[in-house]
């Protein structure tokens, strides 16, 4: 059975820096891409970021360039979100996911299965 845990989520202060963890098992991690997703309440779910097989491919929604890194270490199965200059706008709860799908796909539909989320919290 594939699982995907999520953990490094909390409360920040704005400008701040977090870097979430997804540990995945059951079956082997680095023939799927990986992806990160949140939700922020009343909203849809949305895309963040996303990593190819080998790592040397990522893609990220523009709200989150150039302050969030998604990075993957495929011998211990996780990927990483690396989030540096916090803004209250960012708080959500964060997923990651996995693909089996060609290219950098950015839909939640493209993804299966889903991890139960970390909540990521920046105060103003």
């Known amino acids: 059975q594939v699982q995907l845990v999520e953990s490094g989520g909390g409360l920040v202060q704005a400008g701040g820096s977090l870097r979430l963890s997804c540990v995945a098992s059951g079956r082997t991690f680095s023939t799927y891409l990986m992806g990160w997703f949140r939700q922020a309440p009343g909203k849809e779910r949305e895309f963040v970021a996303v990593?190819?097989?080998?790592?040397?491919?990522?893609l990220y929604t523009d709200s989150v360039k150039g302050r969030f890194t998604i990075s993957r270490d495929n011998a211990k199965s996780t990927v990483y979100l690396q989030m540096n200059s916090l803004k209250p706008e960012d708080t959500a709860v964060y997923y990651c996911?996995?693909?089996?799908?060609?290219?950098?796909?950015?839909?939640?539909?493209?993804?299966?299965?889903w991890g139960q989320g970390t909540q990521v919290t920046v105060s103003s």
């Open positions: 990593i190819s097989r080998t790592g040397s491919r990522t």
């Open positions: 996911a996995q693909s089996g799908r060609v290219g950098l796909p950015t839909i939640p539909h493209a993804f299966d299965p």
